[in-house]
Nanobody
């Protein structure tokens, strides 16, 4: 139900935009998170957005470089990544959690909250 795309190979300092497209009828009822996993490392959270899009969160390592956004009309969440570094190299996964309207402004900052996961899209940052 989640399809991540937009990965690729870029040089340090470059940019990529990842997309996460959802096949659901009520996408505005889902909070979304982006996670990544580098070879030999544990999965880590990157950024999160509330179902309404009004709240976002970034881990310190990407703050100021990445921007998460969503277009509920297109059932898509984006992760704009800039000033990429070699340490950003990883498979990036999007995930979704269905929530009630009472929590439309909440972000969920741990992977155990999420019920749905897309396949990863690979990002390689190398000179």
């Amino acid at each position: 139900q989640l399809q991540a795309s937009g990965g690729g190979s870029v040089q340090p300092g470059g940019s990529l935009r990842l997309s996460c497209a959802a096949s659901v009828l009520d996408f505005d009822s889902y909070a979304v998170g982006w996670f990544r996993q580098a070879p030999g490392k544990e999965r880590e959270g990157v950024s999160y957005i509330s179902s309404s899009g009004s709240s976002t969160y970034y881990v310190d390592s990407v703050k100021g470089r990445f921007t998460i956004s969503r277009d509920n009309a297109k059932n898509t969440v984006y992760l704009q990544m800039g000033s990429l570094k070699p340490e950003d190299t990883a498979f990036y996964y999007c995930s979704a959690k269905r929530i009630t309207s009472a929590y439309s402004e909440r972000v969920y900052r741990h992977d155990y909250y999420y019920d749905y996961w897309g396949q990863g899209t690979e990002v390689t940052v190398s000179s």
